[in-house]
């Protein structure tokens, strides 16, 4: 066996996917699958095909190739808003992108009509986790120009919350939204289809049935992935948990002052890790570390164990206050978080142990 290694439950991942294209389905939402976290690996996505998604958004040109290229035959959507020098190598493989810049939509429109194809795209609109967006204000020009560009058709629009500021999807963002797209609905003289409202996040406003009604697409990641929810990484009812553990082993075991000692970097703010004077402590050191995984995304599964901090290789953890006695070679485990699931996935130095 090597270490570290992530477990992967295949199993609960499709499941969780049945459960939401199916929760979704019953409301009129077609639900986009977002398959960026786990780094083009064939043998998750396999788990997707089996539960039957029809839909799915990555943002990198790598993966979405190898996805073509194992025989996926539905919509593809460009997630990230697409490089301008990217554009001609990804219009053979998509069905869709996001955009908000003019720029962007005038070479897609090139590209695709070259290419005998047409794709449709998704304007994105900061309603105020300030990612990616243009204001409302500014949304009308950009949409009336992509009407008048060859090969491409204006599908409707889009936001993002919770990813980047942490602004919570409400209902009056919400509204707002849906306000806009109405908006530009009647200056265009014409119907959007698509309102793709956000992410994991917005999935705890589909109890509005009047919200509900309006939304007609949702991006979905995390929920599939682990069941939970970017917002306080709440679980999800219904939904299988930390589908991603990580094991990783003990390489040092010892007994150390709990306080550094000596001049401390960074204006004596150190490395932002848990620093407590709590005097002679035990820890344990495992062969893991921030080019593998974001330690602040590990939850132990050991009671009493706590994460203080990573180097490039090392997790540095404290054990005191455990009831297991441990070895040097012994195997600690971790739920991650979408953070460490993404880092551990893109590391070629994490095992991948499929379970199905």
């Given amino acids: 066996m090597n270490y570290p290694q992530l477990d992967i439950y295949l199993k609960q991942i499709e499941e969780n996917a049945k459960k939401l294209q199916r929760d979704l389905a019953a409301d009129e939402i077609k639900l986009t699958a977002v398959v960026k976290g786990f780094a083009g690996d064939l043998n998750i996505f396999k788990a997707y095909q089996r539960a039957g998604i029809k839909s799915i958004a990555d943002s990198r040109i790598e993966n979405i190739i190898k996805f073509r290229k194992a025989g996926f035959q539905d919509e593809i959507l460009m997630l990230r808003i697409p490089m301008l020098s990217e554009i001609e190598e990804i219009v053979p493989y998509i069905d869709a992108s996001l955009v908000t810049e003019l720029k962007t939509a005038e070479l897609f429109s090139k590209k695709a009509a070259a290419a005998g194809k047409e794709i449709d795209l998704i304007i994105m609109v900061d309603i105020g986790d300030r990612r990616e967006g243009i204001l409302a204000e500014n949304l009308s020009e950009l949409a009336r120009t992509i009407e008048s560009l060859a090969a491409v058709n204006l599908k409707g629009i889009g936001t993002n919350l919770g990813c980047f500021a942490g602004i919570i999807p409400d209902k009056n963002n919400t509204e707002k939204l849906i306000k806009i797209k109405k908006g530009l609905e009647e200056e265009l003289g014409r119907g959007l289809d698509i309102l793709s409202a956000g992410n994991t996040a917005t999935l705890r406003l589909l109890a509005d049935e009047k919200l509900a009604s309006e939304i007609t697409n949702?991006?979905?990641?995390?929920?599939?992935?682990?069941?939970?929810?970017?917002?306080?990484?709440?679980?999800?009812t219904g939904l299988n948990h930390y589908n991603f553990r990580l094991q990783a082993e003990i390489v040092e075991l010892q007994e150390k002052p709990s306080n550094p000692e000596g001049e401390m970097a960074f204006g004596g703010a150190g490395r932002g890790q848990i620093i407590e004077d709590k005097g002679l402590r035990k820890r344990a050191i495992l062969a893991v570390g921030k080019q593998d995984i974001d330690y602040h995304g590990l939850y132990p599964e050991l009671e009493g164990l706590e994460v203080l901090g990573a180097s490039s290789d090392h997790l540095i953890t404290d054990i005191t206050d455990t009831d297991e006695k441990l070895e040097v070679g012994d195997i600690l485990t971790f739920k991650t978080n979408y953070s460490a699931m993404l880092r551990a996935m893109t590391s070629h130095y994490v095992t991948k142990n499929y379970i199905e």
């Avoid at 949702?218 to 999800?236: F, H, M, P, Q």
């Fill in 218 to 236: 949702l991006r979905v990641g995390e929920a599939i992935l682990l069941g939970t929810d970017i917002i306080n990484e709440s679980l999800i």
